[in-house]
């Protein structure tokens, strides 16, 4: 069975940072993402087994970034409270998988809430 397990989230106020984890393995591509209530989950980053990443700029703005060592990591700076959501990581062992489609992921975490407030 995959297991993924996510840790970092928390309350930050504007401008601050956080940096979420997530330890999985047996994975090709693994993405972070985030969800408010009663909207889509959108995509943020992406990392694959090799080491390539793909963001989702039309949310990091520049802001996050995604990288790996014993786990993967989102860093995400200059939070603002827009960013407040629960944030997921998820992963995906097929071919052809699109990194910022939330729908090619198989396997998911069970989401860290972030919470930006003034």
């Known amino acids: 069975e995959v297991q993924l397990v996510e840790s970092g989230g928390g309350l930050v106020q504007p401008g601050g940072s956080l940096r979420l984890s997530c330890v999985a393995s047996?994975?090709?591509?693994l993405g972070w993402f985030r969800q408010t209530p009663g909207k889509e989950r959108e995509a943020i980053a992406a990392?694959?087994?090799?080491?390539g990443t793909t963001v989702n700029e039309d949310v990091a703005r520049g802001r996050f970034t995604v990288s790996r060592d014993n786990a993967v990591y989102l860093r995400m700076n200059s939070l603002k409270p827009e960013d407040t959501a629960m944030y997921y990581c998820a992963t995906a062992t097929g071919r052809g998988v699109r990194a910022l489609q939330p729908h090619d992921y198989t396997y998911w975490g069970q989401g860290t809430q972030v919470t930006v407030y003034s």
């Open positions: 990392i694959s087994i090799g080491g």
């Open positions: 047996g994975y090709l591509w």
